[in-house]
C-alpha cells in the first residue's frame, strides 16, 4: 500500500433515498466521514478527490448501471482509486447479479431489507478493510411458497400452546440446555412458538441461526459460533444471549421449511449420532403439530 493511506471515510452513491438514508444513518454510528455526491456528480472524480475508503455505490445511480461505474473505476491508473473497496447497494439481486459484478470488480453486495445494526458492522469492516464475521442467510429459491405455508397455517403472533410448549421442554431436559425454541422463520423475523429459557418473542431475522438452517433438511449445528466466520460477529453471539452453540433441525409445513426446532447454549457443545436422531424424533413431533394446524386452515 502506498505510503498515503487512506481516510476512514464512506462515498454513498445511492439513487434510492430510502437505501441512502439507512447507510447514512449506519455510517454516522460509527463517526465515519461521509461524501453523498449529488445527481450528477461524476464518481470518479470524487473518489480522486475525497478519497475515501469504501464506495457504497446503487445498483443503478444517476441513470448508469452501477456495474458499469465499477468498471471504469477499476480501470483507473490510480491505486487507491482502482483498489477501493465497492460496494453495490441494492434492493434485490439474483444470482447473475452477482456474477456480472464479480467480473466487473464489485467487493461485495449490501442487499435490502437491512437493519442499522446489521449496515453498521459491514460497513465498518468494509471501511476499514476488516473481515466481517456475521453474515445474513440468503433467502431459499421458494421462498414465496415458504412463506405462503408458514402463514396458511395461521400460527405466526398465536398464543403459547401446550402441545408445543411440552415439546421444548422435553428438548431442554433431554439435551441439558438453557434454551429450546420452536422458531418459524418469517419475512424479516425470527417468531418463536415455543420457548424455553428465552424471554424475547422474536428476533430480526438477519440475527436467526435458523434462517441459515432452513436451506437443508439435515440438523444445522454450530459447535462453537465464536469460531464460525458466519456467526462470530453476530450481535446474538456478542450481545447478551452470547450464543456459543446451536443445533437446529427444519421443521415443514406442506413440505416447505418453514423453522427449526433448535437448541441453543452459551458454551461449545458437540452432538453425538444418536443425539441427532433425538433431535429428528422431537422434531417430527413438532411438524406433526405444525401440519395438523395448515390441514385445519389456521387457528380453530
Known amino acids: 500500500m502506498p505510503a498515503e493511506l487512506l481516510t476512514q471515510s464512506v462515498l454513498i452513491a445511492v439513487d434510492d433515498p430510502a437505501l441512502r438514508d439507512g447507510l447514512l444513518e449506519a455510517a454516522r454510528a460509527d463517526d465515519l466521514a461521509l461524501h453523498a455526491p449529488p445527481v450528477g456528480a461524476e464518481v470518479l472524480g470524487m473518489i480522486e478527490a475525497a478519497r475515501p475508503s469504501l464506495l ?28 477501493l473497496p465497492i460496494v453495490i447497494v441494492a434492493a434485490d439481486d439474483t444470482e447473475a447479479d452477482h456474477v456480472a459484478g464479480s467480473e466487473a470488480g464489485v467487493t461485495d453486495w449490501l442487499v435490502a431489507p437491512f437493519s442499522p445494526l446489521y449496515a453498521r458492522t459491514r460497513i465498518r469492516a468494509w471501511a476499514l478493510r476488516q473481515a466481517c464475521r456475521w ?30 410448549d411440552r415439546i421444548t421442554r422435553l428438548a431442554r431436559r433431554v439435551f441439558d440446555v438453557p434454551i429450546a425454541l420452536v422458531s418459524l422463520v418469517d ?3 425470527q417468531w418463536f412458538k415455543s420457548r424455553q429459557g428465552l424471554d424475547v418473542p422474536e428476533t430480526p431475522r438477519e440475527m436467526s441461526f435458523c434462517a441459515h438452517a432452513i436451506h437443508d433438511d439435515r440438523v444445522f449445528l454450530i459447535p462453537d459460533a465464536l469460531t464460525d466466520p458466519r456467526f462470530a460477529d453476530n450481535p446474538a453471539v456478542t450481545g447478551d444471549l ?26 461449545p457443545r458437540k452432538l453425538r449420532d444418536d443425539d441427532v436422531r433425538v433431535l429428528d424424533d422431537l422434531a417430527a413431533l413438532v411438524e406433526k403439530e405444525l401440519e395438523e394446524n395448515a390441514t385445519k386452515g389456521g387457528r380453530s
Not at 457504497?56 to 483498489?83: E, M, P, Q, T
Not at 414465496?144 to 408445543?164: H, I, K, M, V, Y
Open 56 to 83: 457504497l455505490l446503487g445498483r443503478r445511480f444517476d441513470g448508469r448501471d452501477g456495474l458499469d461505474v465499477c468498471r471504469a473505476i477499476r480501470k483507473s491508473a490510480a491505486w487507491h482509486v482502482r483498489n
Open 135 to 164: 453474515l445474513r442467510a440468503p433467502r431459499p429459491p421458494d421462498e414465496a411458497a415458504r412463506l405462503r405455508a408458514l402463514r396458511g397455517a395461521d400460527l405466526l403472533d398465536s398464543p403459547a400452546e401446550e402441545r408445543f
Open 187 to 189: 419475512a424479516e423475523r
Open 242 to 267: 452470547r450464543v456459543r452453540f446451536y443445533a437446529g433441525r427444519p421443521v415443514h409445513i406442506d413440505g416447505r421449511r418453514v423453522g427449526t426446532l433448535c437448541l441453543v447454549d452459551q458454551r
